[in-house]
């Protein structure tokens, strides 16, 4: 009996080890379930020295470490673009476009210092994560009550230009793991006019070729990271919203447009550089599903 139980428990990390290898639903919900852990395992960790400090954008520095490694457990290779568009003195308002949580990954990539980003209220509730993120100086709005939502925006736009601070937002406001963008929420374009800063649109590539919660796939892979130039503010007022809005969305999604296709081609051509397959003369279609069913 007890040699029986020994082999049971020698046989399961085995089995677990031959699940993962041969099927990519478990390999995703495996890594799905790492990323969680590990951000809850640094959240539970590093929130004890963030309290040190107190609530401070500057443990925003922290959370950045703690989120840089998963790229390398992942095996996605991040390229950034236009960096430089980033290396501007005082306070401005970041816009992303948001498709999962791995958007998180892309985020510390490039998120400049004193950057804090607007998240939903619901993440408070999510125990130490919670509490990490309230002590990094995370903005937290309320969704479901636009007053309250509004007030906030108001109040940072005011602590933006006395504290030099730049605020993230996802103005999609939710998850969109679909190929275009979904229409933007306004707020980020009420904070710059209102704080009259400037707006960096920042644009992550999809994640088709390495990652989908749907398909339940995720493999290691290449994420462009592009930032495209500031658009000012100066001189606007709350009128002029919608128009700054539609026209700093329409840049992201050429540009998104553009990255789709790009990187696909850059795949291709380092695939046939590396002698992995010959892409060349072929429809862009069929490199896809090669390289998808690998
Ligand atoms: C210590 C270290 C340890 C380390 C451990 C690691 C832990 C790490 C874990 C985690 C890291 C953190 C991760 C963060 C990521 C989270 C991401 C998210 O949560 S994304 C969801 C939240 N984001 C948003 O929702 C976007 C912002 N939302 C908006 O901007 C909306 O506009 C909002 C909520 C303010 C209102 O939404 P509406 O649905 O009502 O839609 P609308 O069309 O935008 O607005 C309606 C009307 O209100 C006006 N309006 C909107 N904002 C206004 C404003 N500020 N002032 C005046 N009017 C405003 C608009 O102009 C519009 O009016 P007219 O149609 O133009 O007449
Ligand atoms: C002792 C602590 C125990 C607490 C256990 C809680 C388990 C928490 C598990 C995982 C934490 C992962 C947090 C990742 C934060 C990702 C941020 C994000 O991308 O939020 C989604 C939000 O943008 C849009 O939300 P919706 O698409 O509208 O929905």
Redesign the pocket.
């Known amino acids: 009996m007890d040699v029986l139980l020994l082999h049971g428990l020698l046989l399961l990390p085995l089995a677990a080890l031959l699940l993962y290898r041969c099927s990519p639903h478990f390999q995703y919900l495996c890594k799905v379930a790492f990323f969680n852990c590990w951000?809850v395992a640094?959240?539970t960790l590093?929130?004890p020295?963030?309290a040190f400090r107190g609530r401070s954008v500057d443990?925003m520095k922290?959370?950045r470490a703690?989120?840089l490694p998963l790229k390398r457990f992942y095996g996605i290779r991040m390229r950034v673009r236009g960096a430089e568009q980033l290396q501007l003195q005082g306070p401005f308002v970041i816009v992303c476009n948001?498709q999962a949580s791995l958007?998180?990954m892309g985020?510390v990539e490039v998120i400049p210092e004193r950057c804090v980003?607007?998240?939903?209220r619901e993440?408070l509730y999510l125990g130490t994560?919670g509490w990490?993120?309230w002590?990094?100086g995370?903005i937290f709005?309320d969704?479901h009550r636009?007053d309250t939502?509004?007030e906030v925006?108001?109040h940072t736009a005011s602590t933006m230009r006395h504290e030099n601070l730049r605020v993230w937002?996802?103005?999609e406001?939710?998850r969109n793991p679909g190929k275009s963008m979904l229409p933007f929420?306004?707020?980020?374009f009420?904070?710059a006019v209102?704080a009259q800063v400037p707006i960096v649109p920042i644009v992550i590539s999809p994640y088709w070729d390495f990652f989908s919660s749907k398909e339940k796939r995720f493999t290691s892979g290449t994420c462009t990271i592009r930032v495209l130039p500031r658009v000012e503010t100066r001189g606007l007022s709350?009128k002029d919203?919608?128009e700054l809005t539609e026209s700093v969305r329409q840049a992201m999604a050429e540009a998104l447009a553009e990255m789709s296709m790009s990187d696909h081609e850059d795949q291709a051509t380092e695939q046939s550089l590396l002698g992995l397959g010959d892409n060349r003369g072929r429809p862009q279609g069929q490199g896809d599903t090669a390289r998808n069913g690998k």
């Open positions: 951000i640094m959240a590093l929130s020295f963030a443990n922290l959370l703690a989120l948001h958007d998180l985020m980003p607007i998240a939903k993440l994560v990490a993120c002590l990094s995370i709005i969704r636009r939502a509004i925006i108001s937002v996802f103005p406001g939710t929420k306004r707020g980020a009420h904070l209102q709350p919203v919608p």
